[in-house]
């Protein structure tokens, strides 16, 4: 197993399923985060597989004779595809010579005198035997630059003039008229007959071209059909060839010497010898195996293939060698891998796969032909049987909303890869990621890695999945690490990268985004945001929010405070009723309430008005990991308790008070950790977080110092009372077996003054009661119809 594929064993089974299943519709579709080595990975096991496989047919188009718009589709055995486009070419170039020279050979000029010879021989014998008769009866067959026409004869065999002839007894001149019109009926079914002899002719030398044509490329072809002979489709095509140069060779004859066979190649009928051509779209001579075709731009032209065009004329024409195959063509017989994202993102691209998949045949044709906006007659090549594994690689959220908003996705691509963003960090996982490294930095020609060096890169892909205990597959930002960590070692002369080399590679990651995050930090040290780490307050605490900066996240403190009075029981959030809140950051309020309710007012009326906020906060807010934080703040004006501002504070809560973990638990520790150190660090300062988040826990080396120098602390809190009891420095106090609480502790102090604000509310509606009553005793004015 090769070590892109570190805890991806998943996804590397199901990629072998879907190369393996020879099925229609098993298409696959890899899903994961980009950077998780999905394309490295499917590329390894496709030309693993591919390998194990021969490589398919070649694929070629040939001229139709017999419907030029239709080219023909013919399938070779691999690498004779190219070999017949070459021998076709040197048939078209020996063509050119032969028909010249077989026309301008002596044998043909001889052939074709004789025939004409004949036929002048017989026509002139016509008009002579019309002649002589005429002659015998004194008439004369005169030929004029207007044709033939009869004269009366003198006495010399003369001709006579019209005032020689106005001389005649007209008995002579009627019987000469008679005999003119006789002769020229004779003479007008000589000239019908005539043109018969001459096609007679005409087609004696057609088919004595036919007979030189014949001998001038029969060689040629037969030469073709030894090379081809077991394969009948070439075969074929070699016969039609044979009988269209039969047929159109005259006119191949008559073709400009300078015609380079594409011009004149179109279907509007003139002829070339680039009809006999052969484009073959798909060769795989130089292949031993399948094919495996990864198409970076998957437009729709570049998918299912074009039909290029010329102008001629001013008009554009096509024809079949104009042809040009697309990403299936070449992926025939083997794999085909696609970006999904690109795929969907460029028109008709997703539905020509679809199309070529569900009827398993390529059929190359432009846009406008496949949805009836082409309104000239248009070239249909045969379409090109289809048998390809498609591999699509993309986004989660992609495949999720494909898989139901298009009802054809589930039958084509049956099998999903999902590759994991992290794995478990063990002893066994470390040690593969240690060579996984030592692979990439190989591959990527970098200098070796020292012990010291992959142990801090371990830690660093346990912090980029913000738990100790597992790993980042994120092989893209890994990779970028050990670039950038060998050219600080470069910078330095180390031979072997070391520790320091990839900490200056990591805190130059951080600084060149953290422009944002250091002018926050520099208006709340200018007391432009107010946040306070020392001394104390009621009902104020440090909150800790989280920023996302594409690949960046930081934390910064942010000030929580609340506020109650006499009311109906409600918590009000400010930042929902200022639509500044999102839901989750709702609920959060809503549960902290629940909380209140079920723990201090299972006897009497919750009675109070509560407000929160988030002070100084001028964006949305969302998440619930501030509803801990909120509870204490609310917790500490109801009881009249200051809250220690050197404390930090985040997690969510549940109903029975127990703390929730939260994420990015690092970056707030570390926010809240850069302002007290700033402003200088007391031993009293620290974040309170929920004690499922230790194991989450991958921090910065000076916090980590801090801590064990006793000048920072973090505090792991289970629950509500732990965390008010750190905050205030007041036990939080227990319910004994009597279901009291001791006096003088904070959920004693909450109890009284939220049973005080009950009595309170309690009196103020006694009397308004007592007036409703009378009221209702004396009756309402209208009640006995008076106005």
Known sequence: MFPEVLGQQRAVEAIKLAISVQQPGYNLFVLGEQGSGRHSVVRRLLDAKAASESAPSDWCYVNNFAEPNKPRLLKIPAGRGGLLARDMEQFVAELSRAIPMAFDSDEYQARIAAINGVYKEKEETALQELGKSAAAEGIALV??????????????????????????????????????????????????????????????????????????????????????????????????????????????????????????????????????RVNSIVANSEASVAPVVFEDNPIHPNLVGRIDQIAQLGTLVTNFTLIKPGALHRANGGYLVLD?????????????????????????ES???????????????????????????????????????????????????DFESDLVRDAKNTSLYAEFVATLAHDAGLRPFNREAVCRLVEHSARLCSDAQRLSANRRQMADLLQEANHYAAGVSHAVVQREDVDAALEAQVRRV????????????????????????????????????????????????????????????????????????????????????????????????????????????????????????????????????????????????????????????????????????????????????????????????????????????HNVDETIELLTGVPAGEVGADGMVPEGTVNFLVAAELTELSAIRQAFTAPARRQARNRGKGGHPLADGKA
Not at 170 to 188: P, Q
Not at 384 to 405: D, Q
């Open 340 to 364: 999904a994202l690109k795929v969907l993102s460029q028109p008709y691209a997703w539905e020509g796969l679809k199309r070529a998949l569900r009827s398993s045949q390529v059929r190359i």
């Open 514 to 717: 953290d422009r944002f995050r250091s002018r926050l930090h520099d208006e709340i040290l200018r007391d432009n945001l107010l946040i306070s780490v020392i001394g104390e307050r009621i009902g104020q605490v440090n909150g800790l929010s989280v920023i996302a900066l594409d690949d960046f996240q930081f934390a910064q403190p942010v000030r929580i405070t609340a506020t109650a009075r006499i009311g109906e029981g409600g918590v009000i959030d400010i930042e929902r009723e200022a639509d500044l809140g999102g839901a989750i950051h709702s609920k959060g309020v809503m549960i902290l309430a629940s909380f209140l309710g079920a723990r201090y007012a299972r006897a009497v009326p919750l009675s109070l008005s509560a407000s929160v906020v988030f002070e100084q906060s001028y964006g949305p807010v969302e998440g619930d990991s501030a509803s801990l934080a909120e509870l204490c703040a609310l917790m500490s004006d109801l009881a009249d308790l200051p809250i220690r501002q050197s404390l930090a504070v985040t997690g969510s809560v549940n109903q029975f008070g127990d703390v929730q973990a939260v994420g990015a638990v690092n970056e707030k520790i570390e926010g809240f950790f850069d302002i007290c150190c700033a402003r200088g660090l007391t031993g009293g300062q620290g974040v309170l977080i929920p004690s499922a988040n230790v194991k989450h826990l991958m921090l910065r080396q000076d916090v980590l110092n801090a801590c064990a120098e006793g000048k920072f602390h973090v505090y792991a809190v």
């Open 367 to 417: 846009v406008g032909q496949a949805y009836g906006l082409v309104g000239t007659v248009p070239l249909e090549p045969e379409p090109v049987p289809l048998t390809v594994k498609v591999v699509l690689i993309g986004e989660r959220r992609i495949y999720y909303l494909l898989k139901a908003v298009d009802p054809d996705f589930a039958d084509l691509f049956k099998i999903a890869a």
């Open 143 to 276: 030929r004029t630059p207007r044709g033939f026409v009869f004269a009366p004869l003198k006495a010399d065999e003369e001709a006579m003039s019209p005032e020689e002839f106005d001389k005649l007894p007209d008995e002579r001149k009627e019987r000469i008229g008679k005999l003119i019109e006789t002769y020229g009926e004779r003479l007008s079914q000589l000239m019908l007959q005539l043109p018969r002899w001459r096609r007679e002719a005409q087609a004696q030398i057609k088919d004595a071209s036919r007979d030189t044509l014949g001998i001038a490329a029969g060689h040629l072809i037969d030469e073709l059909k030894e090379r081809y002979h077991d394969l009948a489709e070439v075969l074929a095509f070699l016969d039609e060839v044979m009988r269209d140069v039969v047929e159109v060779g005259e006119q191949l004859r008559e073709q400009p010497k300078n015609d380079d066979g594409l011009a004149t190649l179109v279907m509007t009928g003139s002829i070339s010898q680039a009809r006999y």
